[in-house]
């Protein structure tokens, strides 16, 4: 069962801030995050393990919630470069190699 | 090292018609997998490989077949194309890790967009 994200889109100027939902109705033992540009492939963000601390990679970090299943997605001081559609994957323990995404989460950045 | 390589980039069937997508990693990953992206539908899981010879299905599995004979390959075969498989394709490979716990980040390659006429 997919994890739903929220919002479905949100529209920032920059430097604005905006936080990325996904949750999940099953027992989550990890979650990615990926960003895609429009016509590319999903590039790796972040992992957050089941257990583990909050990661940060710039101005761009995340949480996981273990008894709520859900993460949450940071992007402070928003840039240019932050556009694009935002997927939550998430893994059960013990099932490497299978991977779930959510449905996305566009953003786009404005001048 | 080239990554995962995905052939073709653009490919038209018409119905019914049979075609393979191919999928190459030279990274030395034990696992593989296949999404398909639609607007509004996300990536969603097809098939996923676990190593050599060992395949399973996903969300949507239904009208594909696939097979891992090697650790570097993993096609996706559609049998007989149908206009619901319009749609562009994604193939990805991460490594084990050795606590078999969790994923390790994915690899895509650059996608493959299929339109069944």
């Known amino acids: 069962q997919q994890p739903v994200q929220s919002p479905q889109a949100v529209i920032l100027r920059e430097g604005e801030d905006a936080v990325i939902n996904c949750s999940s109705s099953?027992?989550?033992?990890?979650v990615h995050w990926y960003r895609q540009k429009h016509g590319e492939a999903p590039v790796f963000l972040m992992i957050?393990?089941?257990?583990?601390e909050q990661k940060g990679h710039e101005k761009i970090s995340a949480s996981f919630n273990e008894k709520k299943q859900q993460s949450s997605l940071y992007l402070t001081a928003s840039q240019l470069s932050y556009s694009g559609t935002y997927f939550c994957?998430?893994?059960?323990?013990?099932?490497?190699?299978?991977?779930?995404f959510g449905q996305g989460t566009e953003l786009s950045v404005k001048p | 090292n080239a990554g995962v390589t995905q052939t073709p980039k653009f490919q038209v069937l018409k119905t019914g018609q049979s075609m393979t997508l191919q999928c190459a990693q030279d990274?030395?990953?034990?696992?593989m997998s296949w999404y398909r992206q639609d607007p509004g539908m996300g990536l969603r899981l097809i098939h996923y490989?676990?190593?050599?010879?060992?395949?399973d299905q996903g969300e949507v599995p239904n009208g594909y077949n696939v097979s891992r004979s090697t650790t570097e390959d993993f096609p996706l075969r559609l049998l007989s194309a149908a206009p619901s498989q319009t749609s562009v394709y994604f193939c990805?490979?991460?490594?084990?890790?050795?606590?078999?716990?969790?994923?390790?980040?994915?690899?895509f390659g650059n996608g493959t967009r299929l339109t069944v006429t």
């Open positions: 099953k027992a989550l033992y990890s």
């Open positions: 990274m030395n990953h034990e696992y």
């Open positions: 994957g998430t893994g059960l323990y013990n099932q490497g190699g299978k991977l779930i």
């Open positions: 957050l393990l089941k257990g583990g």
């Open positions: 990805a490979s991460s490594y084990k890790v050795r606590s078999l716990t969790y994923n390790s980040p994915l690899h």
């Open positions: 490989s676990v190593g050599a010879g060992i395949t």
